[in-house]
Structure formats: C-alpha cells, structure tokens
C-alpha cells in the first residue's frame, strides 16, 4: 500500500523559510516523479513543483519559481520541499504526491503551512 | 500557459439526480485531463485519468468524455457519499508534466 506522510508544517513569519518533508513507503520510490500540491484554505488545488525520478529536473510555478526548491534523497524514499521568503499567500495546505503519467495518483494526507506575522 | 475553466462552481442535487460537470481548456490538449474528487477535509483521489478512463476500484457512476478543449464529467446517479469537490487537471503530454487544476466545483445533496 502507498504511504506518504508529510511533515514539518508550522506557523513561520513572513520572510521566513521552512522544509517540509514527505515519507514514502509501499513502492519503489525512486521509480517515480513526484509533486508537491498546495490548497489554500478553503480554495482550490494548486500544483507547486514537480522533480523527475532521479533528481535531474525539477519543475515550478511561477507563484514560487526562486524561492521554493524541491529535492528528493532516493536512499531514505524523502521528498523535500525548502521554501524561503516565505509569503502570506503561501499559507496553505502542502501535499506530496506520487506522480504518474500526467497526473497525481496517490497523495499524502498534507501538512499545514501558516505565514502570519 | 493553458487555463482551465470548471463549471459550476458549485451544485446542489438530488439523491438518484444525474450530475455533469465541465471543463474546458484554452486550447486545444487532446485528451490529457484527468478528474478528482476531494471529500471534505481529505485528500483529492484520482477518479478518471485520460479524459474517460476509470481509476481501479472506482464505481462505474462516474465517467469522463470530451477531447480537445471541452470535457465533461458525470456521475449517472447521484449518492449521499458523492458529496464532494471534484476537480479536473491537465497535463502536458512532453516533459515535464506540470499540472495545471481547474477552479473545482463542490457538489452537495439538495
């Protein structure tokens, strides 16, 4: 069975960094792109980054592109997320995802990320 | 960049009611669209990848149509476990395959 747990989640001021990281299990991790998705709260889905199986591409949106970087350690099946200069419009709802072709096709059950001052 | 327009943005039916959602794409992108579901206060679930096939182990209530830049989402009969926010998503077929999410629509029981 998949599993993927997110963590490091938590209330940071604006200007601020954090790495959230996500645990898998129940596949062959290194096999496989994976995403990070974030929801707002109360909005709708927002696709954030995506890293290729082996670390050697790595994809964002605009909304981050320059302050968040995605990372994965194949050897501990862990996806990364550092995020810096951290904004109030980037409190949301952080997921990771396991990805296939075109789409996301199990999620984590997210961490809660709270920039406020 | 490839928008996605999810319409309504919110629904209210009945329990047997027959429920369509669309999704419409700004240009043109085959059949790379993909449906969600997220019940309140859980993870979105994959329902219907490649614009009509189902997902293992998803009931054959839900099914997807459409191809190039208009696509439809229905769930034949509605019920009470139904109630959710669906989502549609696209992808682009060349590396990398970002994801780009419609505006969702909440379905809820009249």
């Known amino acids: 069975e998949v599993q993927l747990v997110e963590s490091g989640g938590v209330v940071v001021q604006p200007g601020g960094s954090l790495r959230l990281s996500c645990a898998a299990s129940g596949f062959t991790f290194d096999d496989y792109t994976m995403h990070w998705v974030r929801q707002a709260p109360g909005k709708g889905l927002e696709w954030v980054s995506l890293i290729s199986w082996d670390g050697g591409s790595t994809y964002y949106a605009d909304s981050v592109k320059g302050r968040f970087t995605i990372s994965r350690d194949n050897s501990k099946n862990s996806l990364y997320l550092q995020m810096n200069s951290l904004r109030t419009e980037d409190t949301a709802l952080y997921y990771c995802a396991k990805g296939r072709r075109g789409a996301a096709g199990d999620w984590g059950q997210g961490t809660l990320v709270t920039v406020s001052s | 960049d490839i928008q996605m327009t999810q319409s309504p943005s919110s629904l209210s039916a009945s329990v047997g009611d027959r429920v369509t959602i669309t999704c419409q794409a700004s240009?043109?992108?085959?059949?790379?669209l993909n449906w969600y579901q997220q019940k309140p206060g859980k993870a979105p679930k994959l329902l219907i990848y490649?614009?009509?096939n189902l997902e293992t182990g998803v009931p054959s209530r839900f099914s997807g149509s459409g191809s190039g830049t208009d696509f439809t989402f229905t769930i034949s009969s509605l019920q009470p476990e139904d109630i959710a926010t669906y989502y549609c998503q696209q992808y682009d077929n060349l590396p990398p395959e970002m994801l780009t999410f419609g505006g969702g629509t909440k379905v809820e029981i009249k």
């Open positions: 490649d614009a009509s």
């Open positions: 240009q043109d992108i085959s059949n790379y």
